[in-house]
């Protein structure tokens, strides 16, 4: 696949390829004790396509492991929703009065796209929005600066004809939620032999 920029897609889901909706029961829990939603069933033969899927906030680390290189978060867009959308996540109704933003972030090596994160967010507390907007905090570490462990709701997953594959999640605790959706490049698990990648 190319490294050039790439066209995720639409937070809903999209109409090829093959989708699932993860069953509440097994996709539901914390960062701490998981659960046992069993990818394996799903199509998703290979480990490390697991673990992507599974992985909670942790998407940068694993990938920069896997790949013995840093992994660059360029932030594409990040900003506040003007006005009150019908509808503005699938997973989470908004309390009054919360603060809506959307961002856009690529996870890359180098000028290699490995992802692509759309999320949307609802803020009630400030010292979350604090950390979103004014410091510039990525969402996995929100939770860490905070010192609070979310839950995690695994809801979506799906593969593409072109073999890539994404995911829809969420990560909330009093305060904020995050929708997140995640498109995994094709080539995301193609190791770069450079001598730095060994």
């Not at 920069?64 to 867009?77: E, F, G, L, P």
């Not at 290699?112 to 010292?127: E, G, H, M, W, Y």
């Not at 904020?176 to 060994?198: N, Q, T």
Request: with cysteine.
């Amino acid at each position: 696949m190319s490294t050039g920029e790439c066209s995720p897609p639409a937070l809903a889901s999209p109409t090829k390829g093959k989708i699932i909706t993860v069953p509440a029961d097994r996709g539901e829990g914390t960062i701490r004790n998981g659960s046992q939603c069993l990818l394996s069933e799903t199509g998703f033969t290979t480990g490390w396509q697991r673990v992507l899927l599974w992985a909670n906030g942790t998407v940068q680390r694993i990938l920069s492991s896997y790949h013995n290189q840093a992994v660059t978060i360029k932030v594409i867009r990040n900003e506040p929703v003007l006005g009150k959308p019908a509808v503005f996540m699938e997973s989470y109704t908004e309390p009054a009065g919360a603060l809506l933003f959307n961002r856009e972030v690529q996870l890359k090596i180098g000028d290699r796209i490995l992802c692509v994160a759309q999320s949307k967010i609802a803020v009630t507390d400030s010292r979350f929005k604090d950390l979103l907007i004014t410091k510039g905090v990525g969402i996995g570490q929100v939770f860490h600066y905070a010192k609070i462990v979310p839950d995690f709701r695994l809801l979506k997953v799906g593969q593409l004809p072109d073999q890539s594959f994404w995911r829809l999640y969420s990560l909330s605790c009093e305060g904020v939620y995050f929708e997140i959706h995640e498109h995994f490049m094709a080539d995301v698990l193609v190791l770069d032999h450079s001598p730095l990648a060994l």
